[in-house]
């Protein structure tokens, strides 16, 4: 397995001052990853675990009032890790589409809405491309289009003129013109009912069929990881707390968090009652001492209260941060 | 047994275009389903379907073009005492985030619903039936009191939202898309709460969703929308488990299966909504893999079986 990118102990936390008082945020705290090439690599977890802040992190995308404490992220260029937080902004430019895309989570906010999808197309390949005129740009885009199986005629259109489904493939189809290694996705189909979702994931997945890239996949919808996704961390608090390939995670998931995630979700067909998590999302400004979930975790132990448990090996390949799965073999309940 | 509501042939034509080239679109197209007390009652179907367009005709934010709406046999199409109304209809909306002022107090929203309604006068009492809202969804006033939305999860603010439209004892709350915004952990939390509110205040929803597996766990009846029109309706067990209008079909295909060992399937086509407002005939026809010559030409009409009512001409004797 080749790591893409590697994230090693990082600890990016928001930094707020009102009214005299220093709060920290701790968004993303001692997160170790390795994401493999070739995959789609999904992370799962609430709103405010950190998730969209650890996409912030792997972009290298780090502005105040979010702030680097500790750690690094690696890129792998032609066989080279460089760490992405040395790089300037000049150089940040230019590995950005080519090497790295960002999906933002609302397509309506990626184009101007006043103007054409084409004048969008062109504004950005302008500033990424060098050398070529603007028809032969278009054209370009026309064809990448025609690829991914869409009209390119969208180009002619305004934004609001395009349903939502429609609107956030053309998005996820501009961020790949360029044939990056990597494309983060922040919540690409939220906000999308079921049909169009279906259309996104199935473009996501020829994407990825076709140019061998990495995705990462960040969404809180257990379904859309257990459709796509080939390998999965899941986020909380700020911490990773299991890791590993996505069929393992659902057949035994391990961490007590992760089976509330997979058994809460309502199937066709089952009517059972199904529970959601006791308790609520932790605060970081504030986070609990020891394993962030113990408070909400049925399974408490006096040890997690003080000690936050490491990343450990239950297998090879999967890996989970809990106190009482430590010695398991990745065969509990 | 009177039906709480009970909507018939509401229809809802929008006009699209400049002055001259005029396309007249059916948002809501002849809709007519009943919603019977503590019932939960789902309108499901694809963004675009109209579902919102018929919550909106009944809380009396958009007038309907034709059709009649009656809650308990009184007719309140045209209302004009929209207070009277809304003691008894509430709604609940999708985005939490948006639903609360960013810059105002969640408190300050209750305290205004209930003076605006005359709900309580005096403090001590304003106060008690506040809190007497608040757990009922399951919240505490140390939760809310104080706070701005932005301090809140998802989850807490849709709850609270819930709490507010709880005030002043509705018998019908509309609940469009409710749980779409909440964080997976807290989500089944929240329908549920919307099955013990139907189950102890008596109160019946009308749930506005896309997520069919939700709608499958708490509805007690169902009714799929597709372009303005109800092409299925029925009890949800029969309509989910055996679905019989194609569009339904693939709205059941399209679900992501919470088990990676079940992968789709067939590719999607993908059409956009204006084209298929305007399409003769039957509106499914340009997706449907079991379309027929007549599909293009008639629009079919309603056949029953038992309870489940389907609008195909594959059914048609």
Redesign the interface.
């Known amino acids: 397995m080749n790591g893409l990118i590697k994230v090693e102990q990082l600890q990016a936390f928001y930094v707020l001052e009102a009214m005299g008082k220093k709060k920290t945020v701790k968004a993303v705290n001692n997160v170790s990853l390795n994401i493999p090439e070739n995959e789609i690599y999904g992370v799962a977890g609430e709103s405010g675990c950190g998730k969209t802040t650890l996409l912030k992190a792997l972009f290298a995308s780090i502005e105040p009032p979010l702030q680097l404490f500790e750690g690094k992220v690696s890129y792998r260029i032609n066989g080279k890790f460089i760490n992405a937080f040395t790089l300037n902004d000049q150089e940040k430019r230019e590995l950005r589409w080519t090497y790295i895309s960002y999906i933002p989570q609302g397509s309506m906010s990626v184009f101007n809405p006043v103007k054409k999808l084409k004048v969008t197309y062109l504004d950005f390949l302008e500033s990424h491309v060098r050398g070529k005129a603007g028809q032969d740009l278009l054209s370009l885009a026309r064809h990448h289009l025609e690829k991914l199986g869409l009209s390119p005629q969208v180009l002619e259109a305004f934004p609001h003129q395009l349903s939502g489904g429609m609107r956030q493939r053309v998005a996820i189809a501009l961020s790949t013109l360029l044939k990056p290694q990597i494309i983060l996705a922040d919540e690409p189909t939220t906000a999308l009912d079921v049909v169009a979702q279906r259309a996104v994931l199935q473009l996501m997945r020829d994407i990825q069929q076709e140019y061998k890239n990495t995705f990462v996949l960040v969404t809180h919808d257990m379904g859309i990881h257990a459709n796509i996704s080939t390998r999965m961390a899941i986020m909380y608090a700020g911490k990773i707390v299991e890791e590993g390939p996505t069929p393992e995670i659902f057949s035994q998931p391990l961490h007590p968090y992760t089976q509330f995630l997979i058994h809460s979700l309502p199937r066709i067909g089952d009517k059972t009652t199904r529970k959601s998590v006791p308790g609520a999302p932790p605060s970081l400004i504030n986070p609990p001492p020891g394993c962030p979930f113990h408070p909400r975790c049925p399974e408490v132990t006096n040890l997690c209260k003080d000690k936050m448990p490491a990343l450990n090996n239950s297998s090879e390949i999967h890996r989970v941060a809990c106190w009482l799965r430590r010695e398991s073999s990745g065969c509990h309940s | 047994m009177v039906a709480t509501l009970k909507a018939q042939n509401l229809t809802k034509v929008y006009s699209l275009g400049g002055l001259l080239s005029r396309n007249k679109i059916t948002a809501v197209d002849r809709v007519s389903f009943s919603v019977q007390p503590a019932e939960i009652f789902t309108l499901a ?4 379907c109209g579902k919102t367009t018929t919550a909106r005709m009944i809380l009396g934010f958009e007038f309907p073009t034709s059709g009649k709406l009656y809650y308990e046999d009184q007719d309140v199409v045209g209302l004009k005492d929209k207070k009277a109304w809304f003691r008894k209809v509430q709604a609940v909306f999708q985005n939490p985030f948006e639903t609360f002022n960013p810059l105002r107090k969640v408190e300050c929203y209750f305290y205004e619903t209930i003076q605006n309604f005359h709900l309580e006068k005096g403090g001590g009492r304003t106060q008690k039936l506040f809190e007497e809202k608040l757990e009922a969804v399951g919240l505490s006033l140390p939760d809310i009191a104080g706070k701005y939305p932005g301090e809140l ?4 603010l849709q709850r609270a939202s819930i709490a507010r439209s709880l005030l002043t004892n509705p018998s019908l709350l509309i609940a469009d898309e409710p749980v ?2 909440v ?7 929240v ?2 709460l919307f099955r013990e509110m139907s189950d102890s205040l008596r109160v019946s929803v009308i749930y506005i969703t ?5 709608a ?2 708490i509805s007690d009846r169902i009714a799929i929308m597709f372009r303005g029109n109800i092409v299925e309706s029925g009890p949800v067990n029969q309509v ?2 055996k679905p019989k209008h194609p569009y339904t079909k ?3 295909e ?11 399937k067939t ?2 086509q ?1 059409l ?2 204006k084209e298929e407002y305007l399409r003769q005939g039957c509106k499914f026809s340009g997706r449907c893999p079991e379309v027929m010559e007549i599909c293009k030409q008639k629009v079919p009409e309603d056949i029953s079986f038992d309870d489940v009512v389907v609008k195909c001409h594959l059914y048609h004797k």
Do not use: K
């Open positions: 179907g694809e963004s675009g999860s998802g989850g807490q779409s915004m964080d997976a952990s807290l989500r089944m939390s329908v549920n896309h997520d069919l597996a939700t499958y766990y989910l488990e693939l709205l059941i399209s679900i992501p299966q919470p088990d990676p060992r079940m992968q789709p590719p999607i993908f956009e909504e």
